[in-house]
C-alpha cells in the first residue's frame, strides 16, 4: 500500500512568483501529469499565470474566487474550475480559507475518448467505439450499447448562491 501524505505539517510554499498565502505539496506526479493539494488561507492569491496543460482546480473546503483569462467567478466547496492549456488563470481568497486539489493533464487532448469508462460508454458521441458491458473493454460497432450523446452546462451563478447571504462578509458565500 502506497500513502502520500499531505495536509498541515505537509505542504510548503507554492505558486509562480509573487504568489502569497498558498501552501500545497505534489500528491503524485508522472509523465501523465500531477495531483497536488493547495491551501490557500485568507487574502492568499495564486498570481495570473499559464501552462502548457489543462488544469482542474476542485476546492474540496472553503471558498474563494478564480479567474480564467478576463473573467472571475466565485468558486465553492464542491465545484471544480478548468483552467485551459495556454490560458492565464488565478485563484484567490479574500476573508476565507480554501483547500483544492489540482490535477494538471499533460499530453495530446485525447477527447475521442471522452465518455470511456470501465464497464460502460457514457454520453461520448464517438458512435465508432463501443464497450462490452460485462468486462469494459472496446467491442466492434453494433456488438455493444452506446449512451445517448449528452451535452452539459454549468448551473446559473445566481442558481448556486445560498438564500440570506451577506455579501458585505467577504465571504464567496
Known amino acids: 500500500m502506497d500513502i502520500r501524505r499531505f495536509g498541515p505539517g505537509h505542504r510548503r510554499p507554492e505558486g509562480p512568483p509573487g504568489t502569497h498565502g498558498v501552501t500545497g505539496r505534489v500528491i503524485h506526479q ?90 460502460g460508454l457514457v454520453a461520448s458521441g464517438v458512435a465508432e467505439i463501443e464497450l462490452d458491458p460485462g468486462g469494459g473493454e472496446p467491442v466492434p460497432p453494433g456488438r455493444g450499447a452506446l449512451a445517448p450523446s449528452g451535452r452539459g452546462a454549468l448551473a446559473p451563478p445566481e ?6 447571504r451577506d455579501e458585505a462578509s467577504g465571504e464567496p458565500w
Open 30 to 119: 508522472d509523465a501523465r501529469g500531477s495531483i497536488a493539494e493547495l491551501a490557500f488561507g485568507p487574502r492568499a492569491a495564486l498570481v495570473p499565470h499559464a501552462s502548457p496543460n489543462t488544469i482542474y482546480f476542485v476546492v474540496v473546503s472553503g471558498g474563494g474566487f478564480a479567474q480564467v483569462g478576463a473573467e472571475k467567478a466565485a468558486v465553492n466547496h464542491g465545484e471544480a474550475v478548468v483552467w485551459p492549456a495556454g490560458e492565464p488563470h488565478a485563484a484567490w481568497t479574500e476573508g476565507t480559507e480554501m483547500r483544492a486539489i489540482v490535477v494538471e493533464l499533460t499530453g495530446e487532448d485525447d477527447s475521442w475518448a471522452r465518455g470511456l469508462l470501465a464497464g
Open 159 to 164: 442558481s448556486r448562491i445560498p438564500a440570506g
